[in-house]
């Protein structure tokens, strides 16, 4: 189990995670070999499973995000596997989330501009299988992103 | 805009998998040296490329069980009313995204809670008491992949 420490030091790291855990260490109070360890054993125990660099789509060329939700046609059993499978073959796609709810998946999708996107809608995305409804959501801005943890 | 070549396009995949191995490590992985690596890594940070760094948690094992997506109708619109529930909303702890959206919502949510009984309490006492907040849609997320994008 965690104490409050490691939530302290989980906390400090989620706000930056650039941090060193020498640095992390400095921050919660305590020495950098306790930190070292402590990080290690949040590691195994797969409570912390990495850090990932964040590509900025809009610096390589990519303007349009958009979120496409969509409900699938239930009277096939094999739907959701076989939809989620073909939509992984979409390099434009960045994210497939399933849901309990109104709608079922929803794929991130990234474009260059409005016909780019378009290209792929008509191409990609409406060719895959079992769709029943779509309904985008188009990204105006993204008013909070980091994604933290209320630990 | 810069146009990337393969090896940088191999560098920002691997800095997306795992972004604290080290450019000697990573370069050698490519056949790269210590020192070509590092420059291509700076010259995509200059870029803007890559936009810093996520931490990966492990909700579940940190005890939040529970994520969902809001889809959030504004039930009064205006300059006055967007600022006032961008900010009021993005000062939630259990809030991890707020994207201002076009389409049949205006903002979709991230919503972390540690089970459903609490996501209620963060729906009830601070989702829906948002200043102007008016339709709500919930969808319960049961599974989720990134995927690398077009790169």
């Known amino acids: 189990m965690l104490d409050d420490t490691d939530r302290r030091l989980l906390r400090h790291w989620q706000s930056d995670p650039t941090l060193s855990p020498s640095e992390l260490a400095e921050r919660v109070g305590i020495t950098s070999g306790k930190a070292v360890r402590r990080l290690a054993r949040m590691q195994e125990t797969g409570v912390v499973e990495g850090v990932s660099a964040i590509i900025n789509w809009p610096a390589l060329g990519y303007a349009v995000e958009v979120s496409l939700r969509v409900t699938l046609d239930k009277t096939v059993a094999r739907a959701f596997d076989e939809f989620t499978a073909a939509a992984r073959q979409v390099p434009e796609v960045t994210q497939i989330q399933s849901f309990l709810g109104r709608v079922d998946v929803r794929l ?5 501009d409005m016909p780019h996107y378009h290209d792929i ?8 299988p079992h769709i029943s409804d779509i309904e985008a959501l188009m990204q ?12 | 805009m810069i146009g990337l ?33 590092w420059r291509r890594i700076r010259k995509l940070e200059d870029a803007g490329i890559l936009g810093g760094r996520r931490l990966r ?32 909303v993005s000062a ?60």
């Not at chain 1, 809608?121 to 060719?127: A, E, G, Q, V």
């Not at chain 2, 939630?92 to 995204?97: D, M, R």
């Open chain 2, 5 to 37: 070549d393969s090896l940088d396009r191999a560098i920002v995949r691997a800095l997306v998998a795992d972004a604290q191995q080290s450019a000697g490590a990573l370069g050698r992985k490519l056949g790269l040296s210590q020192p070509a690596t």
């Open chain 1, 140 to 151: 105006i801005a993204r008013i909070k992103s980091e994604e933290a943890l209320p630990l």
């Open chain 1, 108 to 112: 991130n999708i990234i474009a260059r």
């Open chain 1, 121 to 128: 809608y008509r191409d990609r995305i409406l060719t895959l």
């Open chain 2, 92 to 151: 939630i702890p259990e809030v991890q995204q707020v994207e201002h959206v076009l389409g049949l919502y205006d903002y979709r949510l991230r919503v972390v809670a540690r089970d459903l009984p609490d996501f209620e309490r963060v729906l009830r006492r601070r989702i829906m008491t948002l200043p102007g907040a008016g339709e709500v849609e919930a969808n319960v997320l049961l599974s989720e992949e990134r995927l690398p994008g077009p790169l």
């Open chain 2, 57 to 88: 948690l492990n909700a579940e094992k940190l005890g939040f069980g529970v994520t969902v997506f809001l889809g959030v109708k504004l039930a009064t619109k205006g300059r006055v009313s967007l600022d006032d529930f961008e900010r009021a």
